[in-house]
């Protein structure tokens, strides 16, 4: 069984925001997401809603559906704020939020508040830090830590998160040093191979399945259990999930094979970037059981 979450980008005014995370939740997915940018690629200068209160927004306007962002930045976030914001979202969501975490690229958020950016090794040390230090504030009232990228003097984050022993980070991964992150972690989330998505559908999916060997051997290394939740981007490949139902199981019937527990779509747009037909989205709901799992 796989489930399955719905991305919805952060374009929408509460309103209707509020009413397509309803949605999402009254068609049976598991999971609903929101992208945590600043601004984003190609819709740069279009509507463009702040990650938190956008989330608060969804966790209110639901009950079951489970929350998170796809995914969190360093780039602009620093762990002790962002904590006590996650610790917040999770109380108002009644314990149902997820915080997936990344690197951070090199899009505009990289250099938006002047700062110069950082070499993939550079990024790959600050998530490793970002996540250690984040985890650390969610488990504890009150945390101390002098590091290489970020400081925390006597932060506290009471009553802390309604979740035990603490709301899920789920890592984005793409490469070793981060894989090592999200294995210590307990998550793992990917988007697949970098520069694999520009050949073809096939290599996409021979990335992915080099990617999933290479997670479980850093996990044997490491001496962890590689059976931990593991979350699919569907949308990173060249073809879009929701192209047509067809696409849409074929996707996540590959997912499941490779061992993935969660896949992740996009609620179709109009044009531009995931542009589709929502009555896809309509028609693969249909597919799913009671608690957004694919039914194969």
Known sequence: MVRVGVVVLPQYRHRELAARFKALQDMGFAHGWTYDHLSWRSLADQDWFATVPSLAVAALATTSLKIGTWVMSPNFRHPVALAKELMSLDDISDGRFIAGIGAGGNGFDATVLGQDPLSPRERADRLDEFITLTDL???????????????AVDARMVPGCVQSPRLPLIVAAN??????????????????EAGAAADSQRAWWQGIGRQVLRFEEICGRLGVDPQMPRYLSLDAAPVFSLRSLADFTDAVGRADELGFTDVVTHWPRPDGAYAGDAAVLEQAAGILDDVGNYAF
């Open 175 to 192: 490469g070793k040093r981060t894989m090592r992150t999200a294995a210590r972690a307990g998550s793992w989330a990917t988007t697949g």
């Open 137 to 151: 504030l969610l488990r504890q009232p009150v945390t101390n830590w002098q590091g290489q990228f970020f400081q």
